[in-house]
């Protein structure tokens, strides 16, 4: 799913075996309390992933902030309302953490995207600045 | 220095004692070990702090994206390189972490910070998504 996708595609290698960087960075994920990565199950057919993320910060005096990401729902399962689930879940599951604030950076190549989250109620209040290493 | 800002003036709570939200916070930062809050100091006065994360994601075949937030200058100290010293710092850090990419959001009510993070090669290429919970 993370490489059937404009841009996914010219990153992503899914060629198996599966290069041991993905495996490495899915143990990473597993180890660490403030990462939750999901999966989402249609009848034994997983249909959709993502990732939330719990930061502590001590602005807004001392406060927790979600953070979701890699976002990906099968190109067959778009449009029935499950990218909507997701969100209610990660909303949900956000409060449940603490967390004040649910953000995202979504590319401006992607404009379909930033239209979703809007219906959501996300505000592009900022700028989702990036520099490769 | 995180209520001494136009946006930060009025979601921060400086009294002393200070809310225990703060300590709370502080105390989650350092016991997380992908958490690094810094300060800096300049002849015994703290003159900056901002905090990296490091997030693991599956995407790019596996892989560490830094993020920083909450980057402060007390306002006497600015104009003076400090910024672009704790990025120098950031980027090298970020590097020796293993990421491949350090990424920030920045309110775009602030568009002088967006133009220095410009200056440091930083490209908007994301919109910045909030969702007050």
Redesign the interface.
């Known amino acids: 799913m993370?490489s059937n996708d404009k841009l996914?595609a010219e990153?992503?290698?899914f060629l198996l075996p599966l290069?041991v960087?993905?495996?490495?960075?899915?143990e990473?994920?597993t180890r660490?309390p403030?990462?939750e990565?999901t999966i989402v199950e249609q009848e034994q057919e997983i249909v959709a992933t993502f990732?939330l993320?719990f930061?502590?910060?001590?602005?807004?005096?001392?406060?927790?902030r979600?953070?979701i990401?890699?976002v990906r729902v099968k190109s067959d399962y778009r449009g029935q309302g499950l990218g909507t689930e997701i969100f209610q879940y990660a909303?949900q599951r956000?409060?449940d953490k603490g967390?004040?604030?649910?953000?995202?950076?979504?590319?401006?190549?992607r404009p379909e995207a930033?239209k979703f989250?809007?219906s959501?109620?996300?505000?592009?209040?900022?700028?989702?600045?990036?520099?490769?290493?």
Do not use: C, W
């Open positions: 993370l996914g990153r992503e290698n290069p960087s993905y495996l490495n960075a899915f990473a994920i660490d403030n990462q990565l990732q993320t930061i502590p910060y001590l602005t807004y005096q001392g406060s927790t979600a953070q990401e890699a909303i956000s409060k967390a004040h604030l649910l953000q995202l950076t979504t590319d401006k190549k930033k989250y809007e959501l109620g996300f505000v592009d209040s900022h700028e989702g600045m990036k520099l490769y290493l």
